[in-house]
C-alpha cells in the first residue's frame, strides 16, 4: 500500500482488483449487520476541529509542518493545506458535566498549539474560511507535504479532466479557475461524531440531514473567499465545486457531485455504503491485503479497509462511519456541517445544540423526515447557507398532517428546537448546569441575530466605512477575531466596530485589491 500511495500510479488491475475487494467489503458489512457483530450502545460522542494558521496581520501562514513539529502532539494532525491544521479529542461518553470537560481540554490543547505556534510567528484561527485567503496562496504548492494529499489531488484532477471552476453568487460573485483541489483547504470545519447501534443509524443520520440547515443558520462563520462577500456559510458551495470531479457534461446528465448532501432518507447504513459504491468510481484505488470475507469466515472482525478509503473521499454533510474498537465493530454518524469557531464556547454549543437536538428527533414517535420531503430539507441547507441567521425555513407544522410552513429560523430554534434539544441532553443525562450553560448560547444568538458571519461581515463594512481598503479591512476584521477569539467570550456578545490600525510592530498587507 505504502508503495502505492508514493508513486501514485494505478494501471487498470488495481481498479479492478479494488472493485472487487469494494464488493468483498460491501458483503462483509452486510453480514456484520446480519449477525449483529455490532457494537453496544456506550453513548460515545467525538470531536474534531480543523484549524488556520496566521500571523499577527491576519494573513496566512504556509508552516503546518514547523507548527506541529514543536506542538509534538498526536491530538493534532496535518490538514490538506500548509496554514492547516486539525485538533482531535478523544472520545466522551455523553451525560453529566461532559462539556464543560470538552470546553477545558480544548482551551488547554488549544492554548498550548497557540504558544506553539507563536515560536515561529504563527497563531491559531477557529474560522470556517479565513478572510484574508486569497487565490495565490490556494495553490498546489500550499498542499500539505504528505504523499495521500498529494496522491489525492492528482486522482482528482486527473478525474476532472480540466481545470476546476468557481463560481459562486452571493452578495457579490467570485467566479475563477484552479488547476487543484487546494481551494478546499479553505473550509475549516468541526466534525461530531456520535456512535450508534445499527438499529438507531437511520433514524440518527435522517435526523441530522433534517436539522443541517438549522445547524447552519445559527453557526454561519464563512462570509469571505478571495476578497469576495459570498454567502454567510460558503464552505458548502466551495467544497463542492473545489472537489468535483465533474465536467459540465456529467453535471447536465446528473451525475452527482462528491461533496453531497443526498437525495433521499434512509433505513440502514448499509444503504448509504452501497450508494458509494453504485455512484461514485474510486479515486485511490489502494488494495489492502486482507481478505474480509475470509477473516469473517475464520470468526474475526475485517478492518474492510478499501470500504473506509473509498467513504473517505466521499464528502457527505452526514457522513457513516465504519471502525473497530479493541476489535468489536461500530457505526458512528459523523455530522460535517459545522464551520469552526468562532470561540471554544461557540463550538462546544454547537455541539451541546446538535446531540440533544438529534437525540430527541431521532426518537420521536412521528419523526419529522417522515413529514418533510428530503428535497425541502436540501433546499432548506442552501437557504441557510446562503443567508445564514436571517434564513427562513420550511418546517413541518404541528397537528396538520403533511403540512410545512415556513418560518424564520431563529424563531423556529427559539419556539419549537431549543426546548427540544433541552428534553435531548436531559435525556442523555447532561447535567442541568451544563445544558443551561452551552444552549443558552444558542438562545441568545437567536435573541440577538448574531453568529459568527454576521459578525464578520458587520465588522468588515465598518472597517470599510472608516477608510480601509477592501483587503486591508478583511485583514483588520481577521485580527479583532482572532483577539476576541483568544478572549473566549461567545461571539453574540462580541462588540463590532472599527478594529483600528495594526498592533505594533506589524504593517499592513499591501495586497492589492482584488478587482471587482
Same mark, same amino acid.
Given at each position: 500500500?505504502?508503495?502505492?500511495?508514493?508513486?501514485?500510479e494505478f494501471?487498470?488491475?488495481?481498479r479492478?482488483?479494488?472493485r472487487?475487494?469494494?464488493?468483498?467489503?460491501?458483503e462483509?458489512?452486510?453480514?456484520?449487520?446480519?449477525?449483529r457483530?455490532?457494537?453496544?450502545?456506550?453513548n460515545?460522542m467525538?470531536?474534531?476541529i480543523?484549524?488556520?494558521l496566521?500571523g499577527?496581520?491576519?494573513?496566512?501562514?504556509m508552516?503546518?509542518?514547523e507548527?506541529?513539529?514543536?506542538i509534538?502532539?498526536?491530538?493534532f494532525?496535518?490538514e490538506?493545506g500548509?496554514f492547516n491544521l486539525?485538533?482531535?479529542?478523544?472520545p466522551?461518553?455523553l451525560?453529566g458535566?461532559?462539556?464543560d470537560q470538552?470546553?477545558?481540554?480544548?482551551r488547554?490543547?488549544?492554548?498550548?498549539?497557540e504558544r506553539?505556534a507563536?515560536?515561529?510567528?504563527?497563531?491559531?484561527?477557529?474560522?470556517?474560511i479565513?478572510p484574508?485567503?486569497?487565490?495565490?496562496?490556494l495553490?498546489?504548492a500550499?498542499?500539505?507535504?504528505?504523499?495521500?494529499?498529494?496522491?489525492l489531488n492528482?486522482?482528482?484532477?486527473?478525474?476532472?479532466?480540466?481545470?476546476f471552476?468557481?463560481?459562486i453568487e452571493?452578495v457579490?460573485?467570485?467566479v475563477c479557475?484552479?488547476?487543484?483541489?487546494?481551494?478546499?483547504?479553505?473550509c475549516t470545519?468541526?466534525?461530531l461524531?456520535l456512535?450508534?447501534t445499527?438499529?438507531r443509524?437511520a433514524?440518527?443520520?435522517?435526523a441530522a440531514q433534517?436539522v443541517?440547515a438549522?445547524?447552519?443558520?445559527?453557526g454561519?462563520n464563512?462570509?469571505f473567499?478571495f476578497?469576495?462577500?459570498l454567502?454567510?456559510e460558503s464552505?458548502?458551495?466551495?467544497?463542492?465545486? *473545489?472537489? &468535483?470531479t =465533474? !465536467?459540465?457534461?456529467? +453535471?447536465?446528465?446528473?451525475?452527482?457531485?462528491?461533496?453531497? %448532501?443526498?437525495e433521499?432518507?434512509?433505513?440502514?447504513a448499509?444503504?448509504?455504503?452501497?450508494e458509494?459504491?453504485?455512484?461514485f468510481?474510486?479515486?485511490l484505488p489502494?488494495?489492502?491485503e486482507e481478505?474480509?470475507?475470509?477473516?469473517?469466515?475464520?470468526?474475526?472482525?475485517?478492518?474492510?479497509?478499501?470500504?473506509v478509503?473509498?467513504n473517505?473521499?466521499?464528502?457527505?454533510?452526514?457522513r457513516?462511519v465504519?471502525g473497530i474498537?479493541?476489535?468489536?465493530p461500530?457505526?458512528?454518524?459523523e455530522?460535517?456541517v459545522?464551520?469552526?469557531?468562532?470561540?471554544?464556547t461557540?463550538v462546544?454549543?454547537?455541539?451541546?445544540?446538535?446531540?440533544?437536538?438529534?437525540?430527541?428527533? *431521532?426518537e &420521536?414517535? =412521528? !419523526?419529522?423526515w417522515? +413529514?418533510?420531503p428530503?428535497a425541502v430539507?436540501?433546499?432548506? %441547507?442552501?437557504?441557510?447557507?446562503r443567508?445564514?441567521?436571517?434564513a427562513?425555513?420550511?418546517?413541518?407544522?404541528?397537528?396538520?398532517?403533511?403540512?410545512?410552513?415556513?418560518v424564520p429560523a431563529?424563531?423556529?430554534?427559539?419556539?419549537e428546537?431549543?426546548?427540544?434539544?433541552?428534553?435531548?441532553?436531559?435525556a442523555?443525562?447532561?447535567?442541568?448546569?451544563?445544558?443551561?450553560?452551552?444552549?443558552g448560547?444558542?438562545?441568545?444568538r437567536?435573541?440577538?441575530?448574531v453568529?459568527?458571519?454576521?459578525?464578520?461581515?458587520d465588522?468588515y463594512?465598518?472597517?470599510?466605512?472608516a477608510?480601509?481598503g477592501?483587503?486591508?479591512a478583511?485583514?483588520a476584521?481577521?485580527?479583532?477575531?482572532?483577539?476576541l477569539?483568544?478572549?473566549?467570550?461567545?461571539?453574540h456578545?462580541?462588540?463590532?466596530?472599527?478594529?483600528?490600525p495594526?498592533?505594533p510592530?506589524?504593517?499592513?498587507?499591501?495586497?492589492p485589491d482584488p478587482p471587482?
Amino acid at each position: 500500500m505504502g508503495e502505492k500511495v508514493v508513486a501514485g500510479e494505478f494501471d487498470l488491475s488495481d481498479r479492478h482488483a479494488y472493485r472487487q475487494k469494494l464488493q468483498q467489503c460491501l458483503e462483509g458489512l452486510g453480514r456484520l449487520l446480519a449477525e449483529r457483530r455490532f457494537d453496544r450502545p456506550r453513548n460515545l460522542m467525538g470531536l474534531e476541529i480543523e484549524l488556520n494558521l496566521a500571523g499577527p496581520d491576519g494573513m496566512p501562514r504556509m508552516m503546518n509542518a514547523e507548527v506541529l513539529e514543536r506542538i509534538a502532539s498526536k491530538d493534532f494532525q496535518t490538514e490538506l493545506g500548509m496554514f492547516n491544521l486539525e485538533v482531535n479529542i478523544a472520545p466522551h461518553r455523553l451525560g453529566g458535566r461532559v462539556f464543560d470537560q470538552l470546553s477545558e481540554e480544548l482551551r488547554t490543547g488549544l492554548g498550548y498549539a497557540e504558544r506553539k505556534a507563536g515560536e515561529v510567528g504563527a497563531g491559531i484561527v477557529m474560522i470556517g474560511i479565513l478572510p484574508t485567503i486569497t487565490q495565490r496562496d490556494l495553490v498546489s504548492a500550499n498542499l500539505s507535504d504528505v504523499d495521500r494529499y498529494v496522491l489525492l489531488n492528482d486522482q482528482i484532477v486527473a478525474a476532472r479532466g480540466e481545470d476546476f471552476t468557481l463560481d459562486i453568487e452571493g452578495v457579490e460573485r467570485l467566479v475563477c479557475t484552479s488547476t487543484s483541489i487546494t481551494p478546499e483547504a479553505a473550509c475549516t470545519s468541526v466534525q461530531l461524531h456520535l456512535q450508534v447501534t445499527p438499529a438507531r443509524f437511520a433514524a440518527v443520520w435522517n435526523a441530522a440531514q433534517a436539522v443541517a440547515a438549522v445547524q447552519i443558520a445559527v453557526g454561519a462563520n464563512a462570509p469571505f473567499l478571495f476578497g469576495r462577500e459570498l454567502w454567510r456559510e460558503s464552505r458548502p458551495p466551495l467544497f463542492e465545486q *473545489a472537489t &468535483d470531479t =465533474r !465536467p459540465a457534461e456529467l +453535471r447536465a446528465q446528473g451525475v452527482r457531485p462528491r461533496t453531497w %448532501f443526498g437525495e433521499r432518507w434512509v433505513s440502514s447504513a448499509y444503504e448509504l455504503f452501497e450508494e458509494n459504491l453504485r455512484y461514485f468510481p474510486p479515486l485511490l484505488p489502494i488494495c489492502d491485503e486482507e481478505e474480509p470475507l475470509r477473516v469473517l469466515a475464520d470468526g474475526g472482525v475485517p478492518r474492510l479497509q478499501e470500504l473506509v478509503l473509498h467513504n473517505g473521499t466521499i464528502y457527505r454533510w452526514n457522513r457513516p462511519v465504519y471502525g473497530i474498537a479493541d476489535g468489536v465493530p461500530h457505526l458512528r454518524v459523523e455530522n460535517r456541517v459545522l464551520p469552526a469557531g468562532p470561540t471554544v464556547t461557540d463550538v462546544i454549543a454547537n455541539a451541546a445544540f446538535y446531540y440533544g437536538l438529534v437525540r430527541t428527533l *431521532a426518537e &420521536d414517535s =412521528r !419523526p419529522v423526515w417522515t +413529514r418533510l420531503p428530503f428535497a425541502v430539507a436540501a433546499a432548506n %441547507f442552501e437557504s441557510a447557507c446562503r443567508l445564514g441567521i436571517d434564513a427562513e425555513l420550511l418546517w413541518p407544522v404541528p397537528r396538520r398532517a403533511g403540512g410545512v410552513a415556513r418560518v424564520p429560523a431563529v424563531k423556529l430554534v427559539r419556539d419549537e428546537l431549543l426546548p427540544l434539544a433541552y428534553a435531548g441532553l436531559d435525556a442523555w443525562g447532561v447535567e442541568p448546569a451544563d445544558r443551561d450553560r452551552y444552549l443558552g448560547v444558542i438562545e441568545e444568538r437567536c435573541r440577538r441575530r448574531v453568529n459568527g458571519a454576521s459578525w464578520q461581515v458587520d465588522t468588515y463594512h465598518r472597517a470599510l466605512e472608516a477608510g480601509l481598503g477592501r483587503q486591508d479591512a478583511l485583514a483588520a476584521t481577521t485580527r479583532r477575531y482572532t483577539e476576541l477569539m483568544h478572549q473566549g467570550e461567545p461571539v453574540h456578545t462580541w462588540p463590532v466596530g472599527c478594529p483600528g490600525p495594526c498592533p505594533p510592530g506589524v504593517t499592513p498587507s499591501r495586497r492589492p485589491d482584488p478587482p471587482v
